[in-house]
């Protein structure tokens, strides 16, 4: 049994290596997808004010239970909200990730620059303000997860 050991290692750091070449599980991971479209000149994120952290949000801005609302955001910036929630393993159910693909695969929404925000764990307020969600703590973190996902029957259906 420990003759196999080397060529399992081998399969695995090869598997490794084609999951993380052919991207995520939602076919392109945002930040990464972001900044190699970017980089060719057809994705530019808008520079803007730094986005509202959990200690600079004005009144308003957060809920009673300390996180802001996920009303305003678009399906964009929600789908690259369900990467970043699965990413860093917020949320254990699969709706995050089937909402996240599903939306992945709309017409535009990987080029928008709302999607590389969101996979940054930036929710968009509004269409000029942004919250960073990584400012909260983890169980925060998880609770704006939840309810983006459960945003996503209400979101505009592709056209």
Not at 3 to 9: D, E, G, I, Y
Not at 44 to 68: E, F, R, S
């Amino acid at each position: 049994m420990l003759r196999f050991r080397p060529a399992f290692l081998g399969l695995a750091g090869g598997l490794t290596l084609s999951l993380a070449l052919s991207g995520s599980l939602f076919g392109a991971q945002p930040q990464a997808y972001a900044a190699d479209v970017a980089s060719a000149g057809v994705l530019m994120v808008p520079p803007g004010p730094a986005p509202m952290t959990a200690a600079t949000a004005t009144p308003g801005v957060l809920d009673y239970d300390g996180i802001p609302t996920v009303e305003h955001a678009s399906a964009e910036n929600i789908g690259g909200l369900m990467y970043y929630c699965y990413a860093h393993k917020l949320v254990t159910d699969t709706t995050v990730r089937s909402l996240g693909r599903k939306l992945a695969k709309r017409e535009g929404i990987r080029t928008n620059p709302a999607y590389a925000w969101g996979g940054q764990g930036r929710l968009m307020l509004s269409p000029t303000v942004m919250f960073d969600i990584t400012t909260l703590n983890r169980d925060q973190q998880a609770a704006v997860c939840s309810r983006s996902a459960l945003r996503g029957p209400s979101l505009p259906a592709q056209n």
